[in-house]
């Protein structure tokens, strides 16, 4: 015989029990088949919700009509496909069902309390009906169908709700049944049948349990459990989208899995059928020519680990005190009294100092456990001998499980690497002796960026890299669109994924929890109603979406953004930015920053600040790490500046040169925040600074290429007018220049010593800044390891396109921290 179970999924609506009758067929035209069925998908809850509704004293109408919503159209729309579906009979039985649960239900809002023998009745109609219709099915397609009890069946030991079956007693039952050779037989899941021959239950999803059972009693070929995927995974599929279907697992790896929370099987599935050694397959109703997963004797040898499982709704129970130590016989105690109190234990762990002893129960069981504990040990707890018992709900068990573990090294240094990646507390960890799992108690609310980190260490290798981008001027939008461009083959080639989660403006922001779409962002911004982006929305973002390695970019120039990394790296971001706020503000909120994201294990990166996209900040700091010391610096900075001097070389005034510059959009908005000098200056200060100078902007002496006289003007056409009185005085000193053979250059200056300044600078042809015009930008580093001739880094060091190349670099370095961590 094979057993087959189909979930309540696979029975939710007509077109799926048809595809359960398909498969019933086409399975026993090879050997005998018994189909064991669940609920339709919602019934059990609903019947479970009409119980706490009648003792509340409501007559349950919701649920009623909730339950008619589900089960009419179920057995109308066979009825309309199958012209030999008893409909009407159908219909008959189920309306039955519903007078007498409408009776119990006034029953019980008489009584006021629910017997549990009624509520184990209610709670499986569900399945009751499921078998209805599909034995009226396959009647309908000329099939012949054997209906059994499993109350008659499955001898069940326990609470009512939750009982164990006795296989062996099973067994015997079993025996005495005659089971027609030719029929598809037809059992309800979730139910059995105590001493008494009273209905009781197997627990919540226990159907699983209800066919593994047959499937022992019945000594079946092949148990079989049909959901609604292709099998198990290495994680839930549900909440991470590229866990790996496994091929084969042992019944101890099955077994584990479920135990700490894989729901696709109920934990007891697999104590009976390991016991008879029979195979376990699981599949997908509605992809039935996928292999599935085989669980049997035998592994897949090649996976070491074969999954990441979670166990919501713990609470950790700490018992400890002075008593404790060495004392005989304590720890049998607390046990015994868990459980007589009925209690299960999820989780031990004993610290070697005997001090204290830490556990774990379902939350709802953790206020049974505290009142046993506390009645076990009243005199100790009186004497002191106890501290009193420390309960913390709210828990969650996450574990790594797998065969292969038990001879390789390494994986719970991945594993705890993993949780800590994802800024994750572990409160207890436990191992089994048998070496196959791997477990630690971690807050409830960090389940997700749990699973997803553990996932990504074991399973995937792939990087995601979660982007929250403010700022989409110039450079942010430039961004934008080299991230759109390079996605597909960081993707492929590095398995780095990039998803951009947020994007915010001055006026308002759009998000998506998986990733926008970037090609509408524009678009979605303009139409956005969601009001200015804060910091708060930020730390909710993190928090909600759960995200594990998020990155907040900062493209503007705002100086308050800027006094909020702090906040964002304790948030658990990490900053990327070519805003020079942060950086040029007081040394304290300088030093402030870089403490901060030690602290947090988060990175602070701004190569693009200083020379757009050149590789100087990442540069510098390697040297100094190296052991180099800066001797001297001089540089031209300033794209804009490095154009106008340019042109001045070539005889042009210093008006002309500027309104070039300015028409060609090499300045700022306003070319005399270009010709003040201080945007070169905050970039001179950020290098000093990097250098291990302690020094604040008003210490860098700047000099104002001209009077600032000539800068005054409330926008760019009266500045450029302005401009022009300084023509004559400026090309009197590009004269001068000229005679020696010289050129003048503005040039940021860094001394052995500290001494910052910003000037005019002549320069003659031995100079490395002589040459460099056009825009470029030019950092000359003399230093211990480079002397007499100095490190020259030169390139374009203005302009959104390499500035936000510098940027993206930034982030990209940010896929090893994970590894680095
Ligand atoms: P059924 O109604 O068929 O009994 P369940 O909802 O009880 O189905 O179990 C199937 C669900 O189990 C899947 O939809 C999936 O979301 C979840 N699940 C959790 N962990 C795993 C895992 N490791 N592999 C597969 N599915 C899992
Ligand atoms: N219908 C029951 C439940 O939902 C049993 C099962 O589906 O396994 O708990
Ligand atoms: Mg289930």
């Known amino acids: ?78 009825s309309a496909q199958y012209p030999k579906f008893e409909g009407e009979k159908v219909l008959a039985f189920y309306e039955d069902i519903v007078s007498e649960l409408q009776r119990r239900v006034s029953g019980i809002t008489l009584l006021g309390s629910c017997p549990d023998p009624v509520a184990a009745y209610i709670e499986c109609r569900g399945e009751a009906l499921s078998i209805a219709i599909m034995s009226e099915l396959l009647r309908a397609r000329e099939q012949q169908v054997q209906v059994i009890d499993p109350v008659e069946i499955l001898v069940c030991d326990g609470k009512f709700l939750e009982s164990s079956v ?46 593994a059972c047959l499937a022992a009693v019945s000594k079946a070929q092949c148990c079989e459990i049909w959901t609604d995927v292709d ?132 939350s709802e069981d953790a206020f049974a456990a505290r009142s046993a504990i506390e009645e076990e040990f009243k005199l100790e707890l009186n004497a002191h001998l106890l501290d009193p018992i420390e309960i913390q709900d709210k828990k969650a068990i996450i574990s790594v499980v797998g065969e292969g573990m038990r001879t390789a090294k390494g994986v719970s240094s991945k594993f705890f690497r993993a949780l800590a990646q994802a800024n994750i507390n572990v409160n207890a960890i436990a191992q089994g002796s048998s070496e196959r799992s791997i477990s630690a108690v971690i807050d409830g609310s960090k389940v997700s960026e749990a699973v997803f980190s553990c996932h990504t260490a074991f399973f995937s290798g792939r990087q995601i890299i979660d982007l929250i981008i403010v700022g989409v001027g110039g450079v942010g939008s430039a961004l934008l669109k080299q991230i759109e461009k390079q996605r597909d083959e960081l993707k492929k080639r590095n398995g780095i994924e990039i998803r951009v989660i947020c994007v915010a403006n001055s006026t308002s922001f759009v998000k998506d929890p998986v990733g926008l779409k970037i090609e509408q962002v524009e678009t979605m911004l303009k139409g956005s109603q969601n009001g200015p982006f804060t910091i708060e929305e930020a730390k909710r973002l993190v928090d909600d979406s759960h995200l594990v390695n998020p990155v907040f970019v900062d493209c503007t120039s705002s100086d308050s ?74 540089g031209i900075m300033s794209g804009t500046l490095s154009y106008i001097f340019g042109l001045l070389d070539e005889g042009k005034s210093l008006s002309q040169a500027t309104k070039d510059a300015y028409e060609r959009g090499y300045s700022e908005p306003n070319p005399r925040d270009d010709l003040e000098g201080m945007d070169v200056a905050r970039k001179l200060l950020i290098l000093a600074r990097e250098c291990g100078y302690k020094l604040d902007l008003s210490d860098i002496e700047v000099e104002c290429p001209v009077d600032v006289k000539y800068l005054e003007g409330n926008n760019a ?53 002589f040459k460099v015009v056009g825009g470029e930008n030019a950092l000359s580093f003399t230093s211990a390891y480079y002397q007499p001739i100095p490190l020259v880094i030169r390139g374009y060091g203005a302009g959104t396109e390499v500035t936000a190349a510098g940027v993206f670099s930034d982030i990209l370095r940010l896929q090893n921290w994970t590894r680095e961590a």
Request: glycine letters at 8%; a positive charge.
């Open 1 to 78: 015989m094979r057993v087959l179970k189909f979930g309540g999924t696979s029975v939710a609506d007509a077109q799926r029990v048809i595809n359960v009758s398909e498969i019933a067929i086409n399975t026993s035209i090879q050997v005998q088949t018994a189909l064991v069925l669940s609920a339709p998908a919602g019934v059990t809850n609903i019947l479970v919700s009409m119980l706490k509704s009648a003792l509340a004293g409501s007559d349950c109408k919701n649920e009623f009509n909730a339950l008619d919503q589900i089960i009419r159209p179920l057995i109308t729309n066979l």
């Open 717 to 769: 056409q009266e500045v450029l007018e302005n401009l022009k009185g300084a023509d004559e005085e400026f090309a009197k000193k590009v004269e001068l220049a000229k005679q020696e053979g010289k050129v003048l250059r503005y040039v940021a200056t860094i001394k052995d010593g500290g001494k910052c300044s910003c000037g005019i600078k002549a320069v003659g042809p031995e100079d490395p800044l």
């Open 166 to 211: 006795d296989i062996e007693a099973s067994i015997e039952r079993f025996k005495r049944l005659t089971i027609d050779p030719k029929a598809i037989v037809l059992m309800s899941g979730f139910c059995g049948g105590n001493r008494q021959g009273q209905l009781v239950l197997l627990g919540r999803n226990g159907s699983d349990y209800s066919a």
């Open 231 to 362: 099998g198990v995974y290495s994680c839930d599929p549900r909440a991470v989208p590229d866990a790996v279907l496994l091929r084969r697992m042992s019944y101890k790896e099955a077994m584990e899995l479920s135990y700490f929370g894989a729901k696709v099987l109920h934990p007891r599935t697999i104590t009976p059928i390991a016991q008879y050694r029979i195979p376990c397959l699981i599949k997908n109703t509605l992809n039935p020519q996928g292999e599935g997963t085989l669980i049997s004797e035998e592994t897949d040898r090649n996976l070491i680990t074969k999954g990441i499982s979670d166990l919501k709704n713990v609470s950790m129970i700490n018992v400890s005190g002075p008593g404790m130590k060495g004392m005989v016989g304590m720890a049998g105690r607390l046990f015994s009294c868990i459980s007589r109190a009925n209690v299960s234990i999820v989780l031990i762990t004993q610290s070697s100092s005997e001090y204290s002893i830490t556990f774990c129960v379902h």
């Open 561 to 634: 953004i800027a006094l909020s990394y702090l906040e964002l790296m304790q948030a658990g971001y990490h900053v990327v930015t070519p805003n020079k706020k942060a950086n040029t503000n007081s040394y304290e909120y300088y030093t402030g920053l870089r403490n901060i994201a030690q602290k947090c294990r988060r990175k602070f990166y701004y190569e693009a600040t200083v020379g757009a996209g050149l590789p100087v900040i990442n540069t510098l700091q390697n040297l100094l790490a190296a052991g180099d010391r800066l001797i001297e610096f001089n």
